[in-house]
C-alpha cells in the first residue's frame, strides 16, 4: 500500500493538486510563525512602534528591560512558581498514575476524572473557585497559592506521559523484584521509579509549559507576586513599549529549548506505545 | 507462570505501605485543592456580600440579579450571544482552515517527513499564548506592522481596521487553536482507510468526490471533536477577547463585549465574588449545553464501519 503511494510519488510531485497543498501548508506556516518572527524582528529595532521599514538594529529594548525590573521581576517569581508546581505535579501524577495502573480499588475512576477535569474546564472558572477558597482561608495572594492551583491544574498532562510510559513497563519487571524479596515499597521506588524517569522528566517539561504560560488562574490568585503572564497582561493594557518584544524573544528562546528537550523525551515515548518492547531497558 | 510470582501481598507492611501512598497522595490533593475550591464555588454562588464582607446566608440573590441584568442595566444576554456567535464562527472558521492543512499534510507531503512538518507545525503552541496574542496586537494596529507594509508597497488608503473588533479576537483564538486542530485532524485524516480512497478511484470518482464522500464523512469523529474544543475554548477564553476585541469588540451582531470578559471586568469593578461565582456557574451550564450539543453529534453521525 505504502509502497505503491510511495512508487507514485514522481507521477505526483508534478501534480497540480499537490503543488496547491503544499502552497497551502507554506502559507499555513507563515500564518503560524509571523507573531512570533513580528516579535523577535522588533526587539531588535530601534523604532518605538513597530512599522515597516525599519529604523535600524538595536539593543536599546534589552537595556530598558533590565533597567525597567518589573518583567524581569515576574521572570524571576515564575522560575520559582512553575518549577515548583511542575515538581509537585509530577509527584501526584506519579503516585497517581503508579495506583491507577497498579490498583482496583473504589473511586478509581473517579480519581482519574478529578484529575483530568482542571484541563478541561476553563481556566477562568478555576481562576475564581480558587480565588474563592483560598481568601476563605486567608491563603491568597501568596506565591504558594499560585502553586497549588497551578498543581491542580498541570497534574493531568504530567500524570498522562507517566502512565503511558509505565504502560510500557513489562509487568514481568515488578514481579521479579517481588520474587528478590522486595517489598511493593522497594519494588516501587527502585523498579518502578527508575523505569518510568523519561516519562516523568517529559511529563515536568510539559507541567512546567503549562504552568509557565498560565494566565487567569494566576491573574485571579496571584496578588502582588506576579507571574511573567500577568506581568506582561499589565503591561499590555498599560503602555506596551518594544521591551516587551525584547522579553518574548528571551521567553522565545527559552520555549525553543524545552520544545528541544520535550522532543527528546516525549516523542521516543509516544512513538513506542507497544508494551514488552523494552525489556532491554531494565534498570541496573 | 503466575504461580511461581510471590505476591508480596504476604508483607503486609510493604503492600500497605506502597498502596496508601499513590492512591492516598493525589486523592487527597485533589480533594482538598480541586473538589474543595469547586464545591465551595458553588456554595459562593448562593451568598451575597454587605458591608465587603461575604454573608453565608443562601439565596437566589445572585442568580434572580443576573436574570434582571439579561437584557437591561449589565446587559448579560447580549454578551453571552455574542460569546455564543463567537465561538461558532471561531470554530467553524478554524476547521474551515485546518482542514485542507492537514488534509495538504497526509496528500501532499512524503510520508517521511509528514511527522516533521506536523511537529514544526505544532510548535507555536509552545511559547506563551499572552505573547502571541500581544504579537497579534502589533501585527493588526491601526498603524501596526501589516498596515504599515500595506502602505509601504503602495497601498495607502488600505488602513485596515482589524484590532478592536471581534475578527480581531478570531485571529488570536484560531492561532491558539490552529495547532492542536492539526493533530486531531492529521489523526483523523491519516487514519481513513486508504483502500476506500482506492477502490472510489477505481469506480471513476474524481478526487473532489473522493473528498466529499469518503475522506470527509470518515474523517467527521475529528471534525466534530474539533469543532466542539474550538468553541469551548473560545467561550472560556479571556486573552484575545480582551486584548485583540478590546473589550466590547465589534461583530455582526454588534459592539458587544464576550461573557468571559464581562465576568473578569465585573469581578474587577466590584470584587463582588459571590455574584461572580454565580456568573461563572452560568457560564459552566452554557459550555455543558455545548458539550451536549457535541456529544448529541458525536451519537447521530456515529461512524458505523467496521
New interface residues.
Given amino acids: 500500500m505504502t509502497m505503491a503511494l510511495e512508487s507514485e510519488m514522481p507521477r505526483r510531485r508534478r501534480d497540480p493538486l499537490v503543488l496547491l497543498g503544499r502552497g497551502y501548508i507554506a502559507a499555513a506556516f507563515v500564518f503560524l510563525l509571523l507573531p512570533i518572527t513580528t516579535l523577535i524582528i522588533f526587539s531588535f529595532q530601534k523604532n518605538q512602534y513597530a512599522s515597516i521599514p525599519g529604523q535600524g538594529w538595536s539593543l536599546r529594548w534589552y537595556e530598558k528591560l533590565f533597567s525597567d525590573g518589573a518583567l524581569v521581576a515576574a521572570l524571576q517569581n515564575s522560575l520559582i512558581v512553575s518549577p515548583v508546581a511542575a515538581t509537585g505535579a509530577s509527584i501526584i501524577g506519579f503516585f497517581a498514575a503508579y495506583a491507577i495502573h497498579r490498583y482496583r480499588f473504589p473511586g478509581r475512576n473517579l480519581l482519574l476524572t478529578l484529575i483530568m477535569l482542571p484541563m478541561l474546564i476553563p481556566a477562568l472558572i478555576l481562576g475564581i473557585a480558587f480565588l474563592g477558597l483560598l481568601s476563605r482561608f486567608g491563603l491568597e495572594g501568596k506565591w504558594y497559592s499560585v502553586v497549588v492551583a497551578h498543581i491542580v491544574l498541570v497534574t493531568a498532562p504530567a500524570m498522562a506521559i507517566i502512565q503511558l510510559r509505565l504502560s510500557q513497563m513489562p509487568a514481568s519487571l515488578e514481579e521479579a523484584a517481588w520474587n528478590l524479596g522486595a517489598t511493593e515499597w522497594q519494588s516501587l521506588t527502585r523498579v518502578v521509579l527508575p523505569f518510568t524517569l523519561s516519562g516523568i522528566a517529559g511529563g515536568w517539561l510539559l507541567a512546567f509549559t503549562f504552568s509557565f504560560d498560565e494566565f487567569i488562574i494566576a491573574w485571579f490568585v496571584c496578588g502582588f507576586s506576579p507571574t511573567l503572564p500577568v506581568s506582561i497582561y499589565a503591561y499590555i493594557v498599560g503602555s506596551a513599549d518594544p521591551s516587551l518584544n525584547a522579553m518574548a524573544t528571551i521567553i522565545f528562546a527559552l520555549s525553543g529549548l524545552f520544545l528541544l528537550g520535550v522532543e527528546l523525551l516525549l516523542i521516543p515515548i509516544l512513538i513506542r506505545v507497544k508494551p514488552g518492547a523494552t525489556a532491554e531497558e531494565a534498570p541496573h | 507462570m503466575s504461580s ?5 501481598e504476604t ?1 503486609r ?3 500497605n ?3 496508601w ?3 492516598g ?3 487527597l ?3 482538598a ?6 464545591i ?2 458553588i456554595l ?1 454562588g448562593f451568598w451575597r456580600v454587605e458591608n465587603y464582607r461575604i454573608v453565608e446566608s443562601y439565596s437566589f440573590d445572585n442568580y434572580i440579579d443576573i436574570a434582571q441584568n439579561l437584557f437591561a442595566g449589565s446587559n448579560y444576554g447580549y454578551a453571552i450571544a455574542q460569546t455564543l456567535y463567537v465561538a461558532a464562527t471561531t470554530a467553524i472558521a478554524a476547521v474551515a ?1 485546518c482542514y ?2 492537514a ?3 497526509v ?5 517521511r517527513y509528514q511527522r516533521l ?1 506536523v ?3 505544532v ?2 503552541f ?7 496574542v ?6 493588526l494596529a491601526r ?3 501589516i498596515n ?2 500595506l502602505s ?1 508597497v503602495g497601498f495607502n488608503e488600505a488602513s485596515i481596521e482589524f484590532l478592536y473588533t471581534q475578527t480581531a479576537t478570531r485571529i488570536g483564538l484560531i ?1 491558539y487553536l ?2 492542536i486542530l492539526l493533530v486531531i485532524l492529521y489523526v483523523a485524516i491519516n487514519n481513513v482507510d ?2 476506500l480512497i482506492e477502490a472510489a478511484r477505481q469506480i471513476g470518482a474524481t ?1 473532489l468526490q473522493v473528498l466529499w464522500r469518503v475522506i470527509v464523512p470518515l474523517s467527521r469523529t475529528g471534525i466534530i471533536l474539533s469543532l466542539s474544543f474550538s468553541a ?1 475554548v473560545a ?5 484575545s477577547g480582551s ?1 485583540l476585541g478590546g473589550g466590547a469588540g465589534q461583530s455582526l451582531i454588534g459592539k458587544l463585549p464576550l461573557f ?1 470578559d464581562m ?2 471586568r465585573a ?1 474587577t469593578s466590584s470584587t463582588n ?1 459571590p455574584n ?2 454565580a456568573l ?1 456557574i452560568l ?2 451550564v452554557i ?1 455543558l449545553l455545548i458539550l451536549g450539543v457535541a456529544y448529541w453529534l458525536t451519537e447521530r453521525f456515529r461512524i458505523n464501519v467496521k
Avoid: E, N
Fill in positions: 511461581v510470582v510471590a505476591r508480596p508483607k507492611r510493604g503492600a505501605l506502597a498502596k501512598i499513590s492512591i497522595v493525589p486523592s490533593f485533589f480533594g485543592f480541586f473538589l474543595g475550591p469547586l465551595y464555588l459562593l482552515l485542507p492543512m488534509l495538504a499534510i496528500f501532499a507531503v512524503p510520508q512538518v511537529l514544526l507545525a510548535a507555536p509552545w511559547t506563551s499564548y499572552i505573547l502571541r500581544y504579537a497579534w496586537q502589533v501585527l498603524k501596526g506592522v504599515a507594509a509601504y492561532h490552529a495547532p486508504r483502500t478526487r469551548l467561550c472560556g477564553d479571556v486573552l486584548i468571559a465576568i473578569i469581578y465574588l461572580t461565582a461563572a457560564l459552566v459550555m
